[in-house]
């Protein structure tokens, strides 16, 4: 039997979007699994709690083959403890090439072994970022092409005032 081929796909998910998810379901394409990867130290105060955006991801992305899990620490430790050998990062303009560049060389330097694939979204989803999402629903705009109802209904429970 071969050993399964597994991806990590590490990120804040601030909250998750519908750009995330397709990202999540084009790794199937390549990957027998994915596990997803909530960062508990994201070094920008987030909106949503950890155990916000593990339920959130939960209640919108229920693929077999998908696992979600918080970590905390390096990306290429967790990768390790997973068994995965592929890091999976969204590009989506020139303007997330020079951070993600240089993440994954980062990542390399620290595991050779592990090799960071870079995927290109759904053309609609090109410009979506959750903290576009966020501002959007801060201010009362209509989030609802952008992410799911979940999260819609999340952010807007957030923003009440
Ligand atoms: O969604 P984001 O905020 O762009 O995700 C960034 C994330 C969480 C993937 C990145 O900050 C990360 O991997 N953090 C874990 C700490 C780590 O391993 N840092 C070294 C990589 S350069």
Do not use: C
Request: charged letters at 25%; zero cysteines.
């Amino acid at each position: 039997m071969t050993k399964p081929r597994i991806a990590v796909y590490p990120g804040s998910f601030d909250p998750i979007t519908k750009g995330h998810e397709d990202l999540i379901r084009r790794s199937l394409g390549f990957v027998d699994r994915v596990v997803v990867a909530v960062a508990v130290n994201v070094a920008k105060q987030p909106l949503f709690s950890l155990e916000e955006r593990v339920a959130l991801i939960q209640e919108t992305v229920r693929l077999p083959g998908v696992e979600i899990r918080a970590f905390e620490g390096l990306l290429v430790q967790f990768a390790r403890e997973v068994g995965a050998s592929v890091i999976v990062r969204g590009l989506r303009a020139v303007s997330d090439f020079e951070y993600e560049f240089q993440m994954a060389l980062m990542n390399r330097n620290l595991d050779p072994k592990l090799e960071t694939v870079f995927l290109v979204p759904a053309f609609d989803l090109t410009y979506l970022s959750s903290s576009l999402v966020r501002e959007v629903a801060r201010f009362g705009g209509d989030v609802s092409a952008l992410v799911q109802p979940v999260v819609q209904e999340a952010l807007k429970r957030k923003f009440q005032r």
